[in-house]
């Protein structure tokens, strides 16, 4: 089982086991650090084969939410849950509905919203039950498409980057080459186009490309070239784990600074671009305009707010250039070093002000 | 790992596993059914070898306190958590007040107190952290020594056995032979004593056989003998699994009545006194006396009303004896099905409640 020495590990605080029979749920909930405040992250719906998978799914993306809220500067915690079936064949309201007690159970300690597997329809089941929700539609008070947001983000950390890399401030002129024209991908175009950088991009999807070619005629190449085209900036937004060591030798980027989770296939990898002198922008410090997006939706959503909040992305790669600088460290220690930073110093402040108030407490009420 | 199998194969709604690296804590808190109410049980602290085996406790022990509590006819659910540790070398204020937090965090789903390995200096430093604990010292608004209650129920409970069994309305003249002068035992031997009963004591500590024979000059026999006394009833008041295949046939008791948990070695031995036709008051209805202390606890501690509630098991003793000659089962099956039909009417009340209810919210706040 090893339950214990999987959280001392990943330092988690708690994980919940949630069950109900009658509606066939089985849920595991990751709660791993609270300092900074509620925990958030999404649900995950998942066939998973065992529970052991379905638990390190769980330990492992709860602690990315503390590092990702953290780096934004949020007062969130890091959370997620996962629950184990078919999206495809075991969804019913009851299911979510169920599952949305157990999350109003814990009271805002745990504020949850879509991920893989789970869709703003079941969101609104679970908002039956539970106002610890974020993510729905905009007719019931949320913020809609955060994809734009992000976008924005990724925007602003890469003027942090040309700002470090080549002292410039403005990415006029600069050549991008962006991998993913989805959603995030094709408003970053459109941002990129009107910063009068040039942009080279890529899809999968045909359909997607031609897309973006026709409103933004911008050059295109196809899925596999994009790692060895000549341009200063490179963007995934798409897949995970493309910095990997089929990629590396191909780059004559001097930038990556892009939107996809999980860019570096494995953490040697962000060490091996700082050798080479390639600048990273660590993804979970660039790609937080969603999670911003999110965190002014639990405040009330206004529009202004997400876009004013999302450009402080620059100030945070900023910070974390900085320590890279000065330790002579690959960007992403040093983004996980300001994380532990942060949350180390509130989490002092935190012991003092508790010691405190309990005791004030205990002698007023006796 | 096959947690989930664990869960549904007991019934359980929550299981959570908690953790404050900094303190040595790893507690899991369990909790079986809040169908009746807020799930309600104490906290052990004891040296486990796996975790496998602190799990096991704490899903068989709050499952126990869930039909503990439906059968006194407590508006409570069970629960139970279990810190794994060795009570005489890891306690710390820090790690009490660290789980405390935990206590706190569920905001009152789970109310705990002492037991096994925690005593009420613990359960103080919890309080410096959470309401939601009890069994406090009476300074603090606690209940004190819940053993004179405790023993007040036993003998509730044994009225409504010689009604069933002896259609007697009165203890007077019946030979009650009491296994264990401990707290609850010696304080049953005085009650027993003031109904005019005859009382056989034993005990393995020959100080508190001397101090209630002093007291109250019963007749006492060594340990072994207390099973084959001629005495109407026997109540066992100190180890557990004293109704083996051993004992039974050296009964000539017609009654069992007593305070010690799982008197049954195994669920067949209740099965094998039914055949016998000797009447069983299941344990956990006939011991429920100390619940019910801190169930008045929990609202502000009234001794009347404690000992007022607690004469309530004479009748939920009745209930359950009307089910066992209405079906012709055991005892101990038919107190588990009354608990099984409270619960699920109740649960059946409350989904018909909330499904209204959460409908109204949601269309009187959009």
């Given at each position: ?46 066939p998973y084969e065992t ?273 890279a600088r000065q330790e002579n ?38």
């Open positions: 089982m090893a339950i214990f020495t999987q959280l001392e590990e990943f330092g988690h605080e708690e994980v919940l086991f949630c069950q109900n029979k009658d509606v066939g749920l089985r849920a595991i909930i990751a709660i791993h650090d609270t300092t900074l405040g509620p925990a958030l992250g999404g649900t995950r719906m998942w529970e052991e998978e379905a638990l390190a799914d769980a330990l492992r993306l709860s602690r990315a939410m503390t590092y990702k809220a953290a780096a934004a500067g949020l007062n969130m915690g890091g959370g997620k849950a996962v629950i184990i079936g078919d999206p495809k064949k075991d969804k019913s309201e009851a299911l979510f509905r169920a599952f949305g007690r157990f999350i109003e159970s814990l009271k805002g300690r745990f504020i949850t919203g879509e991920d893989v597997g789970v869709d703003v329809n079941d969101v609104e089941y679970m908002y039956m039950e539970t106002r610890y929700v974020c993510g729905l539609s905009p007719a019931h008070g949320g913020g809609g498409d955060p994809a734009p947001v992000t976008a924005l983000g990724v925007v602003q950390g890469m003027k942090a980057c040309v700002q470090e890399q080549f002292n410039a401030t403005s990415l006029e002129g600069f050549t991008v080459a962006v991998q993913g024209l989805g959603s995030v991908g094709s408003h970053l175009v459109e941002l990129l186009v009107n910063e009068r950088a040039q942009v080279i991009g890529t899809d999968i999807d045909e359909e997607k490309v031609r897309r973006v070619v026709d409103r933004f005629g911008i050059r295109t190449v196809p899925p596999d070239e994009i790692y060895r085209v000549d341009a200063d900036i490179f963007a995934p937004c798409a897949l995970g784990a493309v910095i990997n060591d089929e990629t590396i030798p191909q780059f004559k980027f001097k930038i990556i600074a892009g939107s996809a989770n999980n860019q570096l296939a494995e953490d040697r990898h962000g060490e091996e671009l700082h050798r080479r002198g390639i600048l990273y922008a660590p993804d979970y410090v660039i790609n937080a305009g969603g999670l911003i997006n999110i965190y002014v939706e639990l405040e009330g959503y206004d529009r202004e707010r997400a876009l004013r909040m999302t450009r402080s992305i620059y100030y945070n790669l900023r910070k974390v250039f900085e320590i460290i690959p960007t992403a220690q040093a983004a996980d070093k300001l994380v532990e930073q942060r949350i180390a110093m509130v989490r002092k402040l935190k012991d003092m002000y508790t010691g405190q108030g309990v005791h004030r407490m205990r002698w007023e009420t006796r």
